[in-house]
RNA sequence: GGGGGCGUAGCUCAGUUGGAUAGAGCAACGGUUUUCUAAACCGUAGGUCACAGGUUCGAGCCCUGUCGCCCCUGCCA
């Protein structure tokens, strides 16, 4: 039996192989046999079949017995090697499989570092080419609370698809291309500001964010304006040179503003591809869908019903149909949206496109997916993988969205000084023995990882409390706790006078102690985390996972000392910090937060 | 009206896709250090899993109904 990087399957194979080659076991059940591998509670088991006892009660057989002439035979046969796995019959019915400490030992020796952990897992998507959509910002606005969630778990996301053997596209889908701009302009004009006095992109946004509730004043003061913006807008989307001109400007402050926050926040872009560079492949869509007659005129616009939805059909007492040409003959999102899945199939050879959004939207991507499929369908274009990923809102302690004292959205960049700040005092409080330029070090990675960590911790289907002393505590599942693990580690390797790269430690070890086993049992556990992670794209799988790591690593630290006058018991020790340090440094990367060597 | 999400310990949240006696952290109480970072660890206490039915060997999870909260629901994105 191979020392496989995933448990699991190599039980699930040795079941199912079982029932197919044993001639009794193969007479009696004809169907195929679903052995039902999952994960069990350590005090039980490493992992525990299940499988018996519906098979049993199909059969109208003792699941008790059935399971243990399961069992027998497993061993019998060796599909189970009883040198690498323990195997019991338990409860109503279950097989359970606890793993040996050879078999531990092995694994240990066999994923020792990133690199050969990953050499498993970018085997899992086979390069398939993934156009991962986000973050996906509104431009001329400054940054606000609401822009954490997408840069945070998107760039997690994309991380773990990455890592797991996606070929990533990561695609800034922006909003440029707004009505706003026929204000932004008006007012510019309006208060003789010119672009071309835009030095500082962070100060720019926010006197543009400001420009513009200016104009909507005034517009609501004097309608006359509002014809006048209206003017603009069209000037721009004709081509009016000077128009175009002040357009970019404010778009590229925006970008460079948002730039800063993302090497702040550690988000990496591939293109920012904005609404507007769609806008001359949006008749396209029109053209196709129409003559597809897919979609319909319905009150002047250009909409598509989904009539198998009953939310979206056209009978439905209240219409929701997919606009995807507005009566006034412009686009909206959903041209563009369409016109976007066109091009990244097109250009970037996409098989799967993943969209994050928040939990608002979920009606629009249901409508898009829809769409699209009939579309590509009748045209026989490829048809990648859809899927919308979203999340819910972040509260105040009053449990509402949360907000300033006085009911403004929270910028970006106050948040991050604030997380930092923060960080700051706690590291100057515990370590002020510490070199200035590594406590500010410290205080970022711990207060921007604390900040990220939060979000990414709870499902992120849920809506969450954000609360500043609980995400920095040291106690809890928080980014401090996990960064101070690591910390402790470095730590030992100072004292033991060895790099963690020591070539030694990748050696063959056998895990012995209780503390050592139950350490070694939870680092296993990382490629059936991870896969989970990946199935459902919840980060906070992993982040729980990575946590409880955490506890069982302090356990064994308490009670072994890792720097032993036994000198093998010493390297085995050292050799499983490193492991947890590889596990741990893995984990934290993959959400997208820093380590520090000390804190 | 329709749709989505949620309801688990005083608080904040998990719960491996239907498995064994429902778990963490905080707060409360008690304990552990001449020893690798105590920013740690261990223990005690805390539950009618909103409520009522149903499905089955087995339900916090699936189905039906009820109650409560949040969000979306034709030309913003």
Redesign the pocket.
Known sequence: MDISFNPIQSIDKAMRLLFKNDAELSQQFTNSFDP?I????PK??DF?A?GI??LA?KNRLN?VQLANDVCKKLLDSQAIDSSLFEISV???G?I?FKLKAAYLSRWLENFSSTKAIQQETSQWLNKEVTVIDFP?A?TAKQAHIGHLRPMVIGESIARILEFSGASIIRDNHI?D???NFGTLIMILKEKGIHVTDFTNPAEALELIDSLYKEGTKLENNNPELRNVSRNELLKLQNGDTENTYIWQSIIDVSNQAFEKLFEQLDVKIDYTLG?SFYKDKVSRVYDELSSLEIAEE????L?VWHNEI??FAKD??????F?I????G?????S?DLATILYRIEHFKAKSVIYLTD??????FEQLFLTTKKWFQKKDYPLPKLKHVWW??I?GID?K?IKTKSGESIKLQSLLDEAIERALK??RE??PELPLDEQNE?AKA?GIGALKYVDL???R?????F?WD?ML?????TA??LL?VI??I???F??AELNLSDSSLSNYFEVQSLYEIQLARKLIQFP?TLN?TL??L?P??LS?YL?DL??VF??F???????DSNPSIQQRRLSLCHRTHTVLSTGLKLLGITTVE??
């Open positions: 039902i999952r994960a069990a509670d039980f088991a525990q299940n006892l519906p009660k699941p338990a409860g109503p279950f359970n996906s509104n909003g291309w707004g009505t609404e319905s009150d002047g616009a909409v009953k939310k439905n007492k209240r219409p929701f149909p606009n040409r507005k009566k006034d412009a686009s909206n999102y959903a563009t939990s608002r939207q979920q009606d629009h819910g809102t509260l449990n969205p706690v590291v515990k370590n410290i711990v911790s709870s499902n289907t849920q809506d969450y409390v609360d609980r505590s040291f106690d809890g599942n401090p706790y101070y910390a402790r470095n730590s030992i100072r004292k059936i989970q199935s459902d919840r906070h799988f729980t946590f955490a506890g302090n356990n630290y308490n009670n072994e000392k890792v720097i000390r804190m």
